[in-house]
C-alpha cells in the first residue's frame, strides 16, 4: 500500500489547469464526479475523487525545481474526506481518561483499526484505478 502515486507529465501545471483538464477530459460516468478544494485566499487546492466513506483521492500538480524534484508531475494521494471528522480537531485526550470501562477502549481501537484498513483496501485500489486512468488521459493528450 502506497497512499500515494505520482504520474511525471511534460508539462508544468497549476492546479487550475488540473481542474479544466478534468472538466474537459474525466469520464464522470463510468469514473466518478469530482470536486474541489479551495485554501483560505480562495485559489484552487485540490481535486477531490470520491474513494470511500472516510477517504477522498485528492490531486494536485508538483512543478520541476529543487533537489529533490526533478520532474514535473501529477501528485494523486489518499486523503481524509472532507466531509469525515478534522483529525486535527480531535480531543485525543478523551481516550487516555481513567473512567473509560475495557468496551470503550476497544471500541475507539476498533474505529482506528477499520479506518486504516479501508485505507489499505478500497481506498488503494480507487487510487489505482484513477491512477490509470489519469495517465491513460494524460497520454492521449500530449502530457507525458
Known amino acids: 500500500m502506497k497512499g500515494r502515486q505520482t504520474i511525471k507529465i511534460n508539462k508544468t501545471m497549476t492546479p487550475d489547469d488540473v481542474l479544466h483538464f478534468m472538466e474537459a477530459h474525466w469520464d464522470k460516468e463510468n469514473m466518478s464526479e469530482f470536486g474541489t478544494t479551495k485554501k483560505s485566499n480562495g485559489d484552487l487546492e485540490y481535486v477531490v475523487l470520491p474513494a470511500t466513506e472516510n477517504w477522498d483521492i485528492i490531486i494536485y500538480p508538483k512543478a520541476a525545481g529543487g533537489l529533490f524534484n526533478k520532474d514535473n508531475k501529477l501528485v494523486l494521494s489518499a486523503a481524509r474526506a472532507t466531509h469525515a471528522i478534522d483529525p ?12 473509560k470501562d ?18 489499505m483496501g478500497p481506498c488503494e485500489d480507487a487510487l489505482q484505478e484513477y491512477t490509470g486512468f489519469m495517465a491513460k488521459l494524460l497520454g492521449e493528450n500530449g502530457y507525458l
Not at 88 to 99: E, G, L, M, N
Open 88 to 99: 486535527s480537531k480531535v480531543d485525543y485526550t478523551r481516550y487516555f481518561k481513567r473512567h
Open 102 to 119: 475495557t468496551f470503550d477502549k476497544i471500541k475507539d481501537s476498533k474505529q482506528a483499526i477499520d479506518l486504516n484498513a479501508e485505507m
